[in-house]
């Protein structure tokens, strides 16, 4: 369905995020006959260049991230017919009166503020003393949305003095992913899920985010994060509350972003018992952490597994364990769902242990497999095995186009409709800092190391350790 005429500005136009997502992003919506002929990307940078000197440079982005031989080349040329650029001043002057002239009032606006979050409060106070944003305008801020809850604070407060809440959408790229929706379609749309979804049947919930990539060129930003703050905070908390909340009454924004919140707010401190912090270690023809970062002393964590307990009545006793590193074994992200044992077993303790376990595979392979235990064939007596009831979207929906649009087009392609619903509210943001901050001061004060482990493994030993404790392993990471 076609949005209404947009005019999109991204200021950060130049940036590695404009051309690798946003831009090739609204190239396949424009493709798909989303977006409206009379509207206008405008990219707004530092640099010099006209409005060819620009689309030069998007035509070349398309060409790197979506493919030459993927592109329609008359597709193309209509696409950079919308594009336009301002060479603007963030903090100056500069460019904001052109900028103006770009932007039609009876057009949506939408401002994408794809630039350091230092400039936030500047970008947003000049698209106000200069009449360019309105009440109807929306702006769009990334991750990271602060680095602990007092600069998160700031940030909500420096927007707050310019836009309403209804016009800010906070962008966690985790919602947009299509199985990040189908959890809540999973869990609401099927009547058989749900009356197990609590503490008496569920035993616990395992949520791994495995990235293959070390942090490469990004060590400068990484290592001042950390994977609480890159991944924990933001992405592992998001698909944790999906999971966990209570069915909203609708499917609208307030009504979802509630009780995401209130999720949030039930999960108790947790203890430094309960968290394995691991580096990678090189490998022959591997850096490790400490060669990809500058600090060769760095404590920073590339890897992290936490037991949690969302303190409710859904889910008192039945821990929820995070697991998300980087140089991993696999690319892999799944939610596992392990419900307990049958509470009597009629087979004898010959039959041996088994259990029922949601799996649902977020990438790659988007699916989900419900492990069933049934009798071995045979006439060997009454022997079990378990069995995977398998699904992935691709063999159920065939080659379903809209199975690889990307979580940015998705989510931008919202702003320009309006809807919320997959963006995080602000005080959403707050209460994840609020719980991450002890964590982290824990370990400064403490000066923990984290636990070296190997290029391409599962990460460190003692995350192992951690769950044998208690009786229960990590899944494997395929
Ligand atoms: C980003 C993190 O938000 O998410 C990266 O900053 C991480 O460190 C990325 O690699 C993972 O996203 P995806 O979509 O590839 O799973």
Redesign the pocket.
């Known amino acids: 369905i076609p949005v209404d005429p947009f005019d999109l500005t991204i200021f950060g136009g130049t940036g590695d995020l404009s051309r690798r997502k946003i831009l090739p992003g609204l190239y396949r919506r424009f493709r798909a006959g989303q977006i409206p002929e009379g509207s206008r990307i405008i990219g707004a940078a530092r640099s010099e260049m006209d409005h060819d000197g620009y689309r030069d440079m998007v035509r070349a982005a398309l060409d790197e991230f979506i493919g030459t031989d993927a592109l329609d080349p008359d597709v193309v040329a209509e696409f950079v017919s919308l594009i336009h650029y301002v060479a603007i001043d963030a903090t100056g002057e500069k460019g904001w009166s052109e900028l103006k002239e770009l932007i039609r009032s009876d057009h949506i606006s939408a401002f994408y503020f794809s630039v350091a979050p230092s400039l936030f409060g500047a970008l947003a106070e000049r698209l106000q003393s200069n009449g360019i944003a309105d009440k109807t305008s929306r702006i769009v801020v990334e991750?990271p949305f602060g680095r602990d809850l007092a600069s998160a604070q700031a940030l909500n407060a420096t927007l707050a003095a310019y836009f309403d809440e209804t016009q800010i959408y906070r962008i966690d790229?985790y919602l947009g992913k299509e199985t990040v929706q189908n959890l809540m379609a999973l869990r609401f749309a099927n009547v058989l899920f749900e009356p197990l979804w609590n503490s008496q049947y569920v035993d616990h919930i395992q949520i791994t985010?495995a990235?293959i990539?070390g942090v490469g060129g990004r060590g400068g930003y990484y290592d001042k994060s950390g994977a609480m703050r890159?991944?924990v905070q933001n992405?592992l908390m998001q698909l944790l509350c999906l999971i966990a909340m209570e069915p909203p009454s609708r499917f609208e924004p307030d009504a979802v972003r509630d009780e995401k919140l209130k999720v949030i707010r039930a999960l108790d401190p947790v203890p430094a018992e309960d968290i394995v912090r691991g580096q990678y270690a090189g490998a022959e023809d591997v850096a490790s952490y400490l060669d990809d970062v500058e600090d060769p002393e760095s404590l920073t964590e590339s890897f992290i597994a936490m037991k949690v307990n969302v303190s409710n009545w859904r889910w008192a006793g039945t821990p929820f364990y995070l697991r998300t590193g980087k140089r991993m074994k696999a690319r892999s992200?799944e939610i596992a769902v392990v419900f307990k044992d049958a509470p009597h077993s009629i087979f004898g303790s010959r039959s041996g242990h088994h259990r029922n376990i949601l799996t649902i595979r977020l990438?790659p392979n988007e699916g989900m497999t419900l492990t069933t235990t049934i009798k071995e064939p045979g006439p060997g007596g009454m022997r079990l095995i378990d069995v995977p009831l398998d699904m992935t979207f691709a063999d159920a929906l065939g080659q379903h186009e809209d199975l690889a649009t990307d979580a940015y087009e998705r989510l931008v392609m919202d702003v320009i409709r309006g809807n919320q619903t997959l963006f995080m509210r602000g005080d959403e943001v707050e209460a994840a800092w609020a719980w991450t901050d002890p964590i982290i001061n824990g370990w400064k004060e403490r000066g923990d190391r984290p636990c070296s482990y190997e290029p391409g493994s599962t990460g460190p030993e003692e995350a192992q350790i951690m769950m044998h404790r208690e009786d229960r392993r990590w899944r494997g990471i395929q």
């Open positions: 991750k790229h985010v990235e990539v890159d991944m992405h992200s990438q």
